[in-house]
C-alpha cells in the first residue's frame, strides 16, 4: 500500500468506536426517502422485503386453499366452476412453489448469510435489488392474471398437450411459462450471490471447516439451483416458443415428444423439493444446537448428507413418472436411487436427535417447531420412500395420498422449520422478541390442524380419490373425510393467523432484545439487534464453530479496512485466509430500472416474439446505467 | 402408531362396505399383490416411524447425567451408526421386495382378449379387436372382461394425457398421445369396478369414470354378442318419434348409431346406449329421466364438455330419451 | 439501526411496491384486453337471439343480432370459442371442401376473397343456411353458438390482420401456417389482396 493512498483515504485502525460507527454509518446507510430506498443495496433491506413478500404470497395461496377445501367439503358442490377450480390449484401450487417457498428460503440465507460469515454486504449487492423487483414483477403478473380471469389452468407441472398450442387456449399457460422465467432469473441471481459471498467474503479464519450448517445448507442449496434451473429454463422457453411462434419441442406429429417435457419438468422439479428442504435443514440445525445448549454433534455427517442430497437430488426426478410407461431398467435404478436419499435423510434426523438427547433442551418456541418437524418430516420421508416403489406408486401416484405426501415434506420438512426460525431471527431482524405465549398457541394450532388437514388425505388416497379434481360424485365414500378435512384446515388457518398477529404485535412492540437473546454461537448474534448498515464495526476472525461459546466476552477483530467508502474483506476459499480490501457496489437506482424494463420485455413476449427485439433496447440501456465504470479503485491487495 | 392403524382398519371397513373404487377393494390379480405389497410397506414403516418417535421422546425427557459427556458422545457415534445401518437394510428389503412385486406383475400371460382404450376429452372409447374385423365393435366408458381372463389393454390418447386407472384390478398407466401403453387386467372375481381418470386433463378431469364389468364367460360372450348387433330398432311409439328427432337434430352429426345413418365419431358410439350404466362417463345410472336431463342441459352436468346444448321441445325431449332407453 | 427506524423504511418499501405495483398494471391492461371469462352453456334464449341474423336481402353481408354486441363479440374475440371453433372445422368435415382452409371443391378461405362478403354474420350465415353451388346448410347438425363459433374461426383464419385472440395450433402435421400468423394472404405470398376489396360480391 502506498504512502498517498494511506493519507487520502480513511482508514478504521486509529479510530475509537463512537467515531468509527459515525464514519461506517455515513458510507453504509440507506439515506431516508423512496428513490434512495429502492436505489438500496443492503442485503438485510433487501431480504426482508423479499420475507415480507414471500409471506403475503404464502397467504395469498393460503386462501387459494380455503377456497378448494370450501368446494371439496362436500361432494358435487357447485361454488367453484371447473375453470375457476383449475385456476385456483394451479395459482395454489405455483404461488407456493416459485413465488413463496424458493424465495422466502433464499430469503433467508440474503439475510443470514452474509451476517454468519462476517461480512459487510452479500456479493454482487446490485444484482440482488435487481433479483427482488424482478421476483415481485413475476408474482404480480401471475396475481393479475388470476384477477382478469386468464390465470393458467394447467397446473404447477403445466403438463404438455394440455398447456401446449393446441389445448392450452389464450394466454395462460404463456403467462405461466413467463412467470418461471421471472422465478428462475431471481433465484439463479441470488444462487450466484450466495455461493460468492460463502466462498469470498468469510471472516478471517472462518475455513470450510467452522461454516456454520445453515451457512453450508444455502450453499449446498444454491449449487442446486445453479444446476437444476437450466432445465427449467429450457423447458419454460421451448413451451412458450411452440406455442408462440410455432417450433415443434412437444408436437409428436412433427417429431417432438410430450414425454420431453416431463423429463425437464421433473429435472429441475424434483431437486427444488431439495431446494427448499435443504435451508429449512439447516435452520434446523442451529436451533437445535441452540436450544440444546451444545453443539451440534454430528457436523461432518451433517455436511455430507447434505452435499449428498443435493447431488442425488438429481438423479431421482424419473420417479414422477412412473406411470408413463418407462423401461424395466429404468424403474428399478429410479426407485433405487428413490430409496437411498433416505439414507442422507436418516443422517440428518439421527444427529439432531443425538444433539437433543446429549444436550439439555430448552422447550422456546423455535424449538417446539422443530420438534413439529421431525414428527411430520419422518411421516413425510417414510410416504416418499413408499413412492419410491414403483408398484406401490402406479396405486398411488396422482391421488389424495401423494398430495399428503407432499405436503407433510414441503410443510412439515420446510414451513414447521422455517416458522421456527422466525422466531428464532425475529429478535436479530427487527430487534424486538415475539411473544412465547402466542408463539406456543400457533405451533399447537397449526401442528395439529396440519395434521388433521393431512393425514387423512393418505386415507382419501388409499380409497382411490385422485388429485385435481374440482368435485366427486356423492356416491363414491370420500364426502366424510373430506368435510372432516375442510374443517380441519380451518384450524389450520387460524394458527396461522396467530402466528402473524404475533410478529404484527411483536413487529410494534415487542420486548427489546439485546444483541444475542438465546445466547447462541454464531456470529450474526455478535453484532446489535437489528444489526447496523454495516453488520459489524469490525470484521471479526474466527477460529471455531461456535466462536461466541468459545468467546463469550469479546471476539478477536480485524482492522485495516477503509471507512469513507464501501469496503469489505475477500478472503480464501479453504482457509478463508484475508486476499484483499474490495470496494462494495454503492446503492444505484439502475438495477430497478433495470427490472422494470426486463419485465416489459418478458411480459411483451408472451403477445409477440418481437418484444424480445425491441424490448431489450431499454434493457441495454438500463445494463449500460448499471456497469457504467465509477473511476474508483476496485480492489486492493 | 395407533391412531394410523386404527385409520387404516376404517377404511378397510369403509372400502368393504361400498365395492367402490378403492386400492383397499383388490379384486384384480394385480391389485391383489399390490395391496399386500401396499399394506407390508406401510407397515414396515409405521413400525420406523415410532422407533424414530421413541427415540425423540426420550431424547427430549430423559433424565440428564450431570456428567460423562465423552462416554455419551461415543455411544451417540455408535447408535448414529446402528440406526444409519438400519436405514440401509430397511430400504434395501423394501427395494428388493418392491422389485420382487414387478417382476410377479410383469409374468407374461398369453391374453385372451384385446381391447384398444382411446381417452379423450372427457370420455372413454373402448373398442373390442377381433382378427375379424366384422366381429370387433366399439363402446363407450364400460369395459366388460370375462372373470379369471387376461385381457389387454392398448392405450392410445386422442388428445391430452390421461391416465387409465381401476384400483380395484391394477395399477395405473398413462395414455399419451404419440404412444402406445400397455395394461393387462385379470378380475379374479365377478364385479362392478370403478375407475376414473388420475392424470390432469382439462375441465371435466372430474367426471372422467369409467366402470369395469368382470363377468362370467358365458354372460361376457352374451354381452359382447349382442353389442356386435346394429342398434335396435324402436318399437315403442315415442321412441320411433325419438329416432325421427335425433336423425333431423344435430344428434347424429356427432354420434354413431350403427343400422342408421347417425354416423358422426365425435361423440361417444350409442348404438347400445341404453344397455349401459352410466351417462357421461360415469356422471348419471341411466334411466330415461337421467338420459332427458343429459340431453337437456349437458353444460350444467358437466361444465365444458364437448356436447353442446341442443333446443328441444318438451316432447321431442320426451321421445328422444325413450329412443336413447331404447337402445340396448 | 432502530426499530423505530425499521417501520419508517418499512412504509418507504410499501410506496416502492406500489410504484412498480402501478406500473404493472398499466402493463397487465395488455392482459385485460383478453379478459375472458369462459361460458360453457349459451342460455337457451341467448341462442335463440343469436340465430337472428339480418342479412342483406341479397344473402351478402348483414348486421349480426344486437346481442352480439350486448355480449361484447365473444366468438371473434375469445380465444376459447376460436378454439372450439377450430374443432368444429375438423368435427364437421369442413376440411372435405376447403381443405386446410385452401380450398378444394369449395372456395379458399384465406386469400382474402369473400364470395358474401368478409363479416362473421355472412360467414354464419353461410354455414347456418348453406350456399348455392354447394355449400350445404348446417342449421339441423350444428348448435346456434357452435355456429357462431366456427365463423369466429374461419373470419379469423382469413383475416387481414393478425389478433391477439388465436385459436390454438394443431399438433398435427402442418401443411400451412398456424392460423395466429394472419394476415392469413401475405404469408401464402400468394399474389392475393391484404386489403378487403370494395367490390366483393358473389364470384363472376
Given at each position: 500500500?502506498t504512502e498517498?493512498?494511506?493519507?487520502?483515504?480513511?482508514m478504521?485502525?486509529?479510530?475509537d468506536?463512537?467515531?468509527l460507527?459515525?464514519?461506517?454509518?455515513?458510507?453504509?446507510?440507506?439515506?431516508r426517502?423512496i428513490w434512495?430506498?429502492i436505489?438500496?443495496v443492503d442485503h438485510?433491506i433487501?431480504a426482508?422485503?423479499?420475507?415480507?413478500t414471500?409471506?403475503?404470497f404464502?397467504?395469498?395461496?393460503?386462501m387459494l386453499?380455503?377456497a378448494?377445501?370450501?368446494?371439496l367439503?362436500r361432494?358435487?358442490?357447485?361454488?367453484l366452476?371447473?375453470d375457476r377450480?383449475?385456476?385456483i390449484?394451479t395459482?395454489?401450487g405455483s404461488t407456493?412453489?416459485?413465488l413463496?417457498?424458493?424465495?422466502?428460503?433464499q430469503?433467508m440465507?440474503l439475510y443470514?448469510v452474509?451476517?454468519m460469515?462476517?461480512?459487510?454486504?452479500?456479493?454482487?449487492?446490485?444484482?440482488?435489488a435487481?433479483s427482488?423487483?424482478?421476483i415481485l414483477?413475476?408474482?404480480l403478473?401471475?396475481?393479475?392474471s388470476?384477477a382478469?380471469d386468464?390465470?393458467?389452468?394447467i397446473?404447477?407441472?403445466?403438463?404438455v398437450?394440455?398447456?401446449?398450442p393446441?389445448?392450452?387456449?389464450?394466454?395462460r399457460?404463456d403467462?405461466w411459462?413467463?412467470?418461471i422465467t421471472?422465478t428462475?432469473?431471481?433465484a439463479?441471481?441470488?444462487a450466484v450471490?450466495?455461493?460468492?459471498?460463502?466462498?469470498k467474503?468469510?471472516?478471517?479464519?472462518?475455513?470450510?471447516?467452522r461454516?456454520?450448517?445453515?451457512?453450508?445448507s444455502?450453499?449446498?442449496?444454491?449449487f442446486?439451483v445453479?444446476?437444476?434451473m437450466?432445465?427449467?429454463?429450457?423447458?419454460s422457453s421451448t413451451l412458450i416458443?411452440?406455442?408462440l411462434?410455432?417450433t415443434?419441442f412437444?408436437?409428436?406429429?412433427?417429431g417432438?415428444?410430450?414425454l420431453l417435457?416431463?423429463?425437464l419438468f421433473w429435472?429441475?422439479?424434483?431437486?427444488e423439493v431439495y431446494i427448499i428442504?435443504?435451508?429449512?435443514a439447516g435452520m434446523?440445525?442451529t436451533?437445535?444446537a441452540?436450544?440444546s445448549?451444545?453443539?451440534?454433534?454430528?457436523?461432518l455427517?451433517?455436511?455430507?448428507?447434505?452435499?449428498a442430497?443435493g447431488?442425488?437430488a438429481?438423479?431421482?426426478w424419473?420417479?414422477?413418472m412412473?406411470?408413463?410407461?418407462l423401461?424395466?431398467?429404468g424403474?428399478?435404478f429410479?426407485?433405487?436411487s428413490s430409496?437411498a436419499?433416505?439414507?442422507p435423510?436418516?443422517i440428518q434426523?439421527?444427529?439432531?436427535l443425538a444433539?437433543l438427547?446429549?444436550?439439555?433442551?430448552v422447550f422456546a418456541?423455535?424449538?417446539?417447531f422443530?420438534?413439529g418437524f421431525i414428527v411430520?418430516?419422518?411421516?413425510?420421508?417414510?410416504?416418499g420412500?413408499m413412492?419410491?416403489?414403483v408398484?406401490f406408486?402406479?396405486?398411488v401416484?396422482?391421488?389424495?395420498?401423494?398430495?399428503?405426501?407432499f405436503?407433510?415434506?414441503?410443510v412439515g420438512?420446510?414451513?414447521?422449520?422455517?416458522l421456527g426460525a422466525?422466531?428464532?431471527?425475529?429478535?436479530k431482524?427487527?430487534g424486538?422478541?415475539?411473544?412465547?405465549r402466542l408463539g406456543?398457541?400457533?405451533f399447537?394450532l397449526?401442528?395439529?390442524?396440519f395434521?388433521?388437514t393431512f393425514?387423512?388425505m393418505h386415507?382419501?388416497g388409499?380409497?382411490g380419490m385422485?388429485r385435481r379434481?374440482y368435485t366427486?360424485?356423492?356416491?363414491?365414500?370420500?364426502?366424510?373425510?373430506?368435510l372432516f378435512?375442510s374443517?380441519?384446515?380451518l384450524?389450520?388457518v387460524?394458527?396461522f393467523?396467530?402466528f402473524l398477529?404475533?410478529?404484527?404485535?411483536?413487529?410494534r412492540s415487542g420486548?427489546p432484545?439485546?444483541p444475542n437473546?438465546?445466547?447462541?454461537?454464531?456470529?450474526?448474534?455478535a453484532?446489535s439487534?437489528p444489526?447496523?448498515?454495516?453488520?459489524?464495526r469490525?470484521i471479526?476472525?474466527?477460529?471455531a464453530?461456535?466462536?461466541?461459546?468459545?468467546?463469550?466476552?469479546?471476539l478477536?477483530?480485524t482492522?485495516?479496512?477503509?471507512v469513507?467508502r464501501?469496503e469489505?474483506?475477500?478472503s480464501?476459499?479453504?482457509?478463508a485466509?484475508?486476499e484483499?480490501?474490495?470496494?462494495?457496489?454503492r446503492?444505484?437506482?439502475?438495477?430497478?430500472?433495470?427490472?422494470?424494463?426486463?419485465s416489459?420485455?418478458?411480459?411483451?413476449?408472451?403477445f409477440t416474439?418481437?418484444a424480445?427485439?425491441?424490448?431489450s433496447i431499454?434493457?441495454?440501456?438500463?445494463?449500460?446505467g448499471w456497469?457504467?465504470p465509477?473511476?474508483t479503485a476496485?480492489?486492493i491487495? | 402408531m395407533?391412531?394410523?392403524?386404527?385409520?387404516?382398519l376404517?377404511?378397510l371397513l369403509?372400502?368393504g362396505?361400498t365395492?367402490a373404487?378403492?386400492?383397499l377393494?383388490?379384486e384384480?390379480?394385480?391389485?391383489i399383490?399390490?395391496?399386500?405389497?401396499i399394506?407390508?410397506?406401510i407397515?414396515?414403516c409405521?413400525v420406523?416411524?415410532l422407533l424414530?418417535?421413541?427415540?425423540?421422546?426420550?431424547a427430549l425427557?430423559?433424565?440428564?447425567?450431570?456428567?460423562g459427556?465423552?462416554i455419551?458422545?461415543?455411544?451417540?457415534?455408535?447408535?448414529?451408526?446402528?440406526a444409519?445401518?438400519?436405514t440401509v437394510?430397511?430400504?434395501?428389503?423394501?427395494?428388493?421386495?418392491s422389485?420382487y412385486t414387478?417382476r410377479?406383475l410383469?409374468e407374461?400371460?398369453?391374453?385372451?382378449?384385446?381391447?384398444d382404450?382411446?381417452?379423450?376429452?372427457?370420455?372413454?372409447?373402448f373398442?373390442?379387436?377381433?382378427?375379424?374385423p366384422?366381429?370387433?365393435f366399439?363402446?363407450a366408458?364400460?369395459?366388460h372382461i370375462?372373470?379369471?381372463?387376461v385381457?389387454?389393454?392398448?392405450?392410445k390418447?386422442?388428445d391430452v394425457?390421461h391416465?387409465f386407472?381401476v384400483p380395484?384390478?391394477a395399477g395405473?398407466r398413462?395414455l399419451?398421445?404419440?404412444?402406445e401403453?400397455?395394461?393387462?387386467?385379470?378380475?379374479?372375481r365377478?364385479?362392478i369396478?370403478?375407475?376414473?381418470?388420475a392424470?390432469f386433463c382439462?375441465?371435466?378431469h372430474s367426471?372422467m369414470a369409467l366402470?369395469?364389468i368382470?363377468e362370467?364367460?358365458?354372460d361376457?360372450?352374451?354381452?359382447?354378442e349382442r353389442?356386435?348387433?346394429?342398434?335396435a330398432?324402436?318399437?315403442?311409439?315415442e321412441a320411433v318419434a325419438?329416432?325421427?328427432?335425433?336423425m333431423?337434430?344435430?344428434?347424429?352429426?356427432c354420434?354413431t348409431i350403427?343400422g342408421?345413418k347417425?354416423?358422426g365419431t365425435?361423440?361417444?358410439d350409442l348404438?347400445?346406449v341404453?344397455s349401459?350404466r352410466?351417462?357421461?362417463?360415469?356422471?348419471?345410472?341411466?334411466t330415461?329421466?337421467?338420459?332427458a336431463a343429459?340431453?337437456?342441459?349437458?353444460?350444467?352436468?358437466k361444465?365444458?364438455n364437448?356436447m353442446?346444448?341442443v333446443?328441444?321441445?318438451?316432447?321431442?325431449?320426451?321421445?328422444?330419451?325413450a329412443?336413447m332407453?331404447?337402445?340396448? | 439501526?432502530?426499530?423505530?427506524?425499521?417501520?419508517n423504511?418499512?412504509?418507504?418499501?410499501?410506496?416502492a411496491?406500489?410504484?412498480l405495483?402501478?406500473l404493472l398494471?398499466?402493463?397487465s391492461?395488455?392482459?385485460g384486453?383478453?379478459r375472458?371469462?369462459?361460458?360453457?352453456?349459451t342460455?337457451p334464449p341467448?341462442a335463440?337471439?343469436?340465430?337472428?341474423?339480418?342479412?342483406?336481402p341479397?344473402?351478402?353481408g348483414?348486421a349480426?343480432?344486437?346481442?352480439?354486441f350486448?355480449?361484447d363479440?365473444?366468438?371473434?374475440?375469445?380465444a376459447?370459442d376460436?378454439s372450439q371453433?377450430k374443432?368444429?372445422?375438423s368435427?364437421?368435415?369442413?376440411a372435405?371442401?376447403h381443405?386446410?382452409g385452401?380450398?378444394g371443391?369449395?372456395?379458399s378461405l384465406?386469400?382474402g376473397?369473400?364470395?358474401?362478403?368478409?363479416?362473421?354474420v355472412a360467414?354464419?350465415?353461410?354455414?347456418r343456411?348453406?350456399r348455392?353451388?354447394?355449400m350445404?346448410?348446417?342449421?339441423?347438425?350444428?348448435?346456434t353458438d357452435q355456429?357462431?363459433?366456427l365463423a369466429?374461426?374461419?373470419k379469423t383464419i382469413g383475416?387481414?390482420?393478425?389478433?391477439?385472440?388465436?385459436?390454438?395450433r394443431?399438433d398435427d402435421?402442418h401443411?400451412?401456417?398456424a392460423e395466429n400468423?394472419?394476415p392469413?394472404?401475405i404469408?401464402f405470398?400468394?399474389?392475393l389482396?391484404a386489403q378487403p376489396r370494395?367490390e366483393?360480391?358473389?364470384p363472376p
Amino acid at each position: 500500500m502506498t504512502e498517498d493512498r494511506k493519507q487520502s483515504s480513511l482508514m478504521d485502525d486509529g479510530l475509537d468506536d463512537a467515531e468509527l460507527d459515525w464514519h461506517l454509518l455515513k458510507s453504509w446507510e440507506t439515506p431516508r426517502g423512496i428513490w434512495k430506498v429502492i436505489a438500496t443495496v443492503d442485503h438485510k433491506i433487501i431480504a426482508r422485503r423479499y420475507i415480507v413478500t414471500a409471506f403475503v404470497f404464502l397467504i395469498l395461496g393460503g386462501m387459494l386453499a380455503v377456497a378448494m377445501r370450501i368446494q371439496l367439503a362436500r361432494p358435487e358442490a357447485r361454488i367453484l366452476d371447473p375453470d375457476r377450480y383449475n385456476q385456483i390449484f394451479t395459482m395454489h401450487g405455483s404461488t407456493m412453489m416459485f413465488l413463496f417457498a424458493v424465495p422466502v428460503m433464499q430469503a433467508m440465507a440474503l439475510y443470514l448469510v452474509p451476517l454468519m460469515v462476517g461480512t459487510r454486504n452479500i456479493a454482487f449487492p446490485r444484482l440482488n435489488a435487481f433479483s427482488y423487483w424482478i421476483i415481485l414483477a413475476g408474482g404480480l403478473l401471475l396475481w393479475i392474471s388470476f384477477a382478469l380471469d386468464a390465470a393458467p389452468d394447467i397446473g404447477w407441472f403445466a403438463y404438455v398437450p394440455l398447456s401446449g398450442p393446441e389445448y392450452g387456449s389464450g394466454k395462460r399457460a404463456d403467462i405461466w411459462a413467463q412467470m418461471i422465467t421471472f422465478t428462475e432469473l431471481s433465484a439463479l441471481a441470488v444462487a450466484v450471490e450466495i455461493v460468492v459471498t460463502v466462498f469470498k467474503q468469510r471472516a478471517p479464519g472462518m475455513s470450510l471447516d467452522r461454516i456454520p450448517l445453515l451457512v453450508w445448507s444455502m450453499l449446498v442449496m444454491a449449487f442446486i439451483v445453479i444446476m437444476a434451473m437450466p432445465a427449467i429454463v429450457f423447458a419454460s422457453s421451448t413451451l412458450i416458443l411452440d406455442r408462440l411462434v410455432e417450433t415443434q419441442f412437444y408436437n409428436p406429429a412433427a417429431g417432438g415428444d410430450a414425454l420431453l417435457w416431463q423429463h425437464l419438468f421433473w429435472f429441475f422439479g424434483h431437486p427444488e423439493v431439495y431446494i427448499i428442504f435443504l435451508p429449512a435443514a439447516g435452520m434446523v440445525s442451529t436451533i437445535v444446537a441452540t436450544f440444546s445448549r451444545r453443539a451440534i454433534f454430528g457436523y461432518l455427517p451433517l455436511v455430507m448428507a447434505f452435499i449428498a442430497t443435493g447431488i442425488l437430488a438429481f438423479g431421482l426426478w424419473v420417479h414422477h413418472m412412473f406411470v408413463v410407461g418407462l423401461p424395466r431398467l429404468g424403474e428399478s435404478f429410479f426407485t433405487a436411487s428413490s430409496m437411498a436419499i433416505a439414507v442422507p435423510a436418516g443422517i440428518q434426523i439421527f444427529c439432531w436427535l443425538a444433539t437433543l438427547w446429549l444436550g439439555r433442551p430448552v422447550f422456546a418456541t423455535p424449538l417446539l417447531f422443530v420438534i413439529g418437524f421431525i414428527v411430520t418430516f419422518v411421516i413425510g420421508g417414510l410416504t416418499g420412500v413408499m413412492v419410491a416403489s414403483v408398484p406401490f406408486d402406479t396405486q398411488v401416484h396422482d391421488t389424495y395420498f401423494v398430495v399428503a405426501h407432499f405436503h407433510y415434506v414441503l410443510v412439515g420438512g420446510a414451513v414447521f422449520p422455517l416458522l421456527g426460525a422466525i422466531y428464532y431471527w425475529f429478535p436479530k431482524m427487527t430487534g424486538r422478541m415475539m411473544s412465547e405465549r402466542l408463539g406456543r398457541w400457533a405451533f399447537g394450532l397449526i401442528f395439529v390442524g396440519f395434521n388433521l388437514t393431512f393425514f387423512p388425505m393418505h386415507i382419501l388416497g388409499l380409497l382411490g380419490m385422485p388429485r385435481r379434481v374440482y368435485t366427486y360424485q356423492p356416491d363414491l365414500p370420500w364426502g366424510g373425510l373430506n368435510l372432516f378435512i375442510s374443517l380441519s384446515a380451518l384450524l389450520l388457518v387460524s394458527g396461522f393467523l396467530v402466528f402473524l398477529i404475533d410478529v404484527l404485535v411483536a413487529w410494534r412492540s415487542g420486548e427489546p432484545a439485546g444483541p444475542n437473546p438465546w445466547k447462541a454461537a454464531t456470529l450474526e448474534w455478535a453484532t446489535s439487534s437489528p444489526p447496523p448498515a454495516y453488520n459489524f464495526r469490525r470484521i471479526p476472525v474466527v477460529d471455531a464453530r461456535d466462536p461466541l461459546w468459545r468467546y463469550p466476552e469479546e471476539l478477536a477483530v480485524t482492522a485495516g479496512l477503509r471507512v469513507d467508502r464501501r469496503e469489505l474483506i475477500v478472503s480464501s476459499v479453504v482457509e478463508a485466509l484475508p486476499e484483499a480490501r474490495e470496494s462494495s457496489p454503492r446503492d444505484s437506482i439502475w438495477p430497478f430500472w433495470a427490472a422494470i424494463a426486463t419485465s416489459i420485455m418478458l411480459i411483451g413476449s408472451i403477445f409477440t416474439p418481437w418484444a424480445v427485439v425491441w424490448g431489450s433496447i431499454p434493457i441495454a440501456v438500463t445494463l449500460v446505467g448499471w456497469f457504467w465504470p465509477k473511476g474508483t479503485a476496485e480492489d486492493i491487495s | 402408531m395407533k391412531s394410523t392403524s386404527a385409520l387404516l382398519l376404517l377404511a378397510l371397513l369403509v372400502s368393504g362396505c361400498t365395492g367402490a373404487q378403492s386400492i383397499l377393494n383388490a379384486e384384480g390379480h394385480a391389485a391383489i399383490e399390490l395391496k399386500e405389497l401396499i399394506l407390508w410397506i406401510i407397515c414396515v414403516c409405521a413400525v420406523v416411524w415410532l422407533l424414530v418417535m421413541i427415540a425423540l421422546v426420550s431424547a427430549l425427557v430423559r433424565q440428564r447425567d450431570p456428567d460423562g459427556g465423552a462416554i455419551s458422545e461415543r455411544k451417540a457415534a455408535v447408535a448414529i451408526s446402528g440406526a444409519v445401518g438400519a436405514t440401509v437394510l430397511v430400504i434395501t428389503g423394501l427395494t428388493i421386495t418392491s422389485f420382487y412385486t414387478t417382476r410377479a406383475l410383469s409374468e407374461a400371460s398369453p391374453a385372451e382378449l384385446t381391447i384398444d382404450v382411446t381417452a379423450q376429452q372427457w370420455w372413454w372409447q373402448f373398442t373390442y379387436v377381433d382378427a375379424n374385423p366384422t366381429r370387433a365393435f366399439v363402446t363407450a366408458n364400460e369395459l366388460h372382461i370375462p372373470v379369471g381372463k387376461v385381457a389387454r389393454l392398448r392405450l392410445k390418447s386422442s388428445d391430452v394425457i390421461h391416465s387409465f386407472w381401476v384400483p380395484s384390478l391394477a395399477g395405473k398407466r398413462d395414455l399419451i398421445a404419440g404412444r402406445e401403453n400397455m395394461l393387462t387386467l385379470r378380475a379374479e372375481r365377478p364385479g362392478i369396478y370403478r375407475g376414473q381418470c388420475a392424470e390432469f386433463c382439462g375441465l371435466q378431469h372430474s367426471h372422467m369414470a369409467l366402470f369395469v364389468i368382470a363377468e362370467a364367460q358365458a354372460d361376457y360372450e352374451r354381452w359382447a354378442e349382442r353389442q356386435r348387433g346394429v342398434g335396435a330398432e324402436p318399437t315403442e311409439a315415442e321412441a320411433v318419434a325419438g329416432k325421427a328427432v335425433f336423425m333431423a337434430k344435430q344428434c347424429a352429426a356427432c354420434h354413431t348409431i350403427r343400422g342408421t345413418k347417425a354416423s358422426g365419431t365425435t361423440g361417444p358410439d350409442l348404438t347400445h346406449v341404453g344397455s349401459r350404466r352410466t351417462i357421461a362417463a360415469g356422471l348419471l345410472e341411466i334411466t330415461r329421466g337421467s338420459l332427458a336431463a343429459w340431453i337437456a342441459d349437458p353444460q350444467t352436468l358437466k361444465p365444458g364438455n364437448n356436447m353442446p346444448l341442443v333446443p328441444l321441445t318438451g316432447d321431442e325431449l320426451r321421445q328422444l330419451a325413450a329412443y336413447m332407453e331404447s337402445l340396448r | 439501526m432502530m426499530p423505530g427506524k425499521v417501520l419508517n423504511v418499512s412504509v418507504a418499501h410499501l410506496s416502492a411496491t406500489v410504484l412498480l405495483f402501478s406500473l404493472l398494471v398499466g402493463l397487465s391492461a395488455l392482459i385485460g384486453l383478453e379478459r375472458q371469462p369462459r361460458q360453457f352453456r349459451t342460455d337457451p334464449p341467448v341462442a335463440a337471439a343469436l340465430n337472428q341474423l339480418r342479412l342483406m336481402p341479397s344473402g351478402i353481408g348483414g348486421a349480426p343480432p344486437e346481442i352480439y354486441f350486448a355480449l361484447d363479440r365473444p366468438y371473434e374475440a375469445s380465444a376459447y370459442d376460436l378454439s372450439q371453433g377450430k374443432r368444429l372445422y375438423s368435427w364437421f368435415g369442413c376440411a372435405s371442401c376447403h381443405g386446410d382452409g385452401r380450398g378444394g371443391a369449395g372456395p379458399s378461405l384465406l386469400d382474402g376473397w369473400w364470395s358474401y362478403g368478409p363479416s362473421v354474420v355472412a360467414i354464419a350465415a353461410s354455414i347456418r343456411d348453406g350456399r348455392p353451388r354447394g355449400m350445404p346448410a348446417f342449421h339441423n347438425r350444428m348448435t346456434t353458438d357452435q355456429i357462431w363459433q366456427l365463423a369466429g374461426y374461419v373470419k379469423t383464419i382469413g383475416a387481414y390482420s393478425a389478433s391477439l385472440a388465436a385459436p390454438s395450433r394443431n399438433d398435427d402435421k402442418h401443411t400451412r401456417p398456424a392460423e395466429n400468423r394472419a394476415p392469413a394472404a401475405i404469408l401464402f405470398h400468394e399474389d392475393l389482396p391484404a386489403q378487403p376489396r370494395s367490390e366483393q360480391g358473389p364470384p363472376p
